[in-house]
C-alpha cells in the first residue's frame, strides 16, 4: 500500500536538510538537484528554445533559481536572469551557485517580463518572514501583471510557508515545484491558490529523514485511513457494523438529523436511529423507512435510550436548539461513554465554556466538527487557542485542550488528534457549500465509528469521502444527493 503523504512545515524542511547534510550530501550538491529539478519542470511548460525569465533572489531559493539558468541556457532555451540585491552579498552556497551562471545579471526590478515564455519564481522561499516591500514587492507586481506563466521554487514567493497567508503580496504561480515534502502553504488556503499546480521532486533526503523530523502532518488521501477502513466478510450481519442514534430537533427542525442518519446508514452503521422529541415523532415518521425511530423526552429521554449499550455511535448537535437543555444531553451522551460526534448547535451551546470539554472525552472517541465561527465562539474565552496564524496550529491545540478529534472545517478542513497527528484535507469543492452538507458529515464520521473505526482515521475518512461525493456530483449539488453518492465513493475506495 502507498505511503500517507507527508507534509512538513518549514522549520521540520530545514532540520531535515541538515540532517542530509550531515548524512554526507553537502548542502550545494541538494542545491544542484532542487536546480534540476526546476529546470526540468521548466523544460515541460516552456516551448523548446523559448524564452524564460528567471527572478533569483539572494537567499537559498535564489542559488535554485541560479542553478536552473544556467541548466536552461545549455538546453538551447533563451534566458534571463534578474537577481533581487547584489552579487556581493550573496554568500555560501547561493554564490556557489551564482558561478555556475554565465550571463549578465541585471536588478531584477529592472528585468522585462512581458516577452517571457515562462518566468520562474525564485526570489524567497520558505523563509520569508516579513510582508514584502520595497523592489521585492514592485517585481511580483510585474510578474503577475505580465500575464505570462510562473513557475514558482519551493513556493509562491509572498507565500508564508507555515500558514498559506499572503505576505502583504505574492506571486500568483500556474505551476510549483517544491522539494522532498510538500509544505502547509501547498494545501492552505489561501496559498493552495496561488500555488497551481504542485510537483513534488525527490532531491534525494530520505523518506526516514523527513519522518523523523516531520511525521506528524499529512495530506489527507486514503492512503492515511483505507487500512481502518472497514470491510465485510461473507460472515458480518449488521449487528457488528454497529448502531448509530442521531438526536433530532423539534417539529420545525427535524432535516438535519436524518440528512446525518441517512449518511451514517450509506457509509455501512449496520443500523441507525432518530431519537426524536415527541412532537417531531410524525414528522420523522414520514420520512423514514430503513432508518429507525424512538421517542426522546430531552436529557432524560437520551439517558434511557442509552441504557441499550448497542448504541455504540451518538451524534449531536445539528439543529438541536441553542440552550441548556442540549447542554444537559451533551452531558448525558459523554457520561455514557459512546463514540460521539459533536457539531453546530451542541458546540454553540457551549460559548465560550471549551472548559467543559476538558477531559471530558476521556475513555470514549470524539469528534468535534467546527467551522470557523463555532470555533471561535465555542474558543472565545482561550487566546492561545485562537491566536495562532496557523490554522493547523489552532486545531492542535484545540485537540489537545479538549482530548477529542477537532475537525476544523472550510476549503482546506483540518483534521487534527490530540495526540498531534493532523491532516489537511484538498479533494473539496465549493458544491458542498449548500444547507445541511455539514450534517451528512456528521453522519459518516458517526457511522464509520460505529462500525469501529478510530476517531482520527473517522474523521479524515469522512472527511474525505464527503468531498469525493461532492466532487462527483458538481454543480446543482443539494445535501440530499450527498449520501446516495457514498456507495460509489466506496465502491472505488474498496476495490
Known sequence: MTAPELVLTPSEMKQADREAIASGIPGIELMRRAGRAVADAAEKIASSGGRIVV????????????????????????????????????????????RDWRGETPPAEEISFHDADLIVDALFGTGLARDLEGAARLVVERMNASGKPILAVDLPSGIDGSTGEVRGLAVKATHTVTFAARKPCHLLMPGRAFSGTVEVADIGISREILAAKGGSLFANHPPLWLHALPKPGLMSHKYERGHTLVASGGATRTGAARLAARAALRVGSGLVTVASPPEALGVNAAHLTAIMLRGC?????????????????????????????????????????????????ALTSFEGMASEFRGAFRGAPAVLTPHDGEFSRL??????????????????????????????????????APDGRTAINENGTPYLATAGSGDTLCGLIAGLMAQGVPAFEAACAGVWIHAEAGASFGPGLIAEDLAELVPGVLRNLLK
Not at 76 to 88: A, F, K
Not at 398 to 403: D, E, L, Q, V
Request: no cysteine; aromatic share 4%; proline share 4%.
Open 55 to 98: 527572478a533569483a533572489g539572494p537567499g537559498l531559493n535564489g542559488g535554485d533559481g541560479f542553478i536552473a539558468a544556467a541548466l536552461l541556457a545549455e538546453r538551447g532555451y533563451r534566458v534571463s536572469l534578474g537577481l533581487l540585491g547584489s552579487l556581493d552579498h550573496l554568500t555560501g552556497d547561493t554564490l556557489e551557485a551564482a
Open 297 to 345: 423526552d430531552g436529557p432524560e429521554g437520551l439517558h434511557a435510550i442509552l441504557q441499550d449499550t448497542r448504541f455504540n455511535s451518538l451524534v449531536l448537535g445539528p439543529a438541536l436548539g441553542i440552550h441548556s437543555g442540549t447542554r444537559a444531553m451533551v452531558a448525558v451522551a459523554v457520561q455514557a461513554r459512546r463514540s460521539l460526534v459533536l457539531d453546530a448547535d
Open 379 to 416: 474558543f472565545k474565552d482561550h487566546p492561545d487557542i485562537l491566536d495562532p496564524a496557523s490554522k493547523i496550529e489552532k486545531t492542535r491545540r484545540a485537540a489537545a485542550y479538549t482530548g477529542a478529534v477537532v475537525l476544523l472545517k472550510g476549503a482546506d478542513t483540518v483534521i487534527a
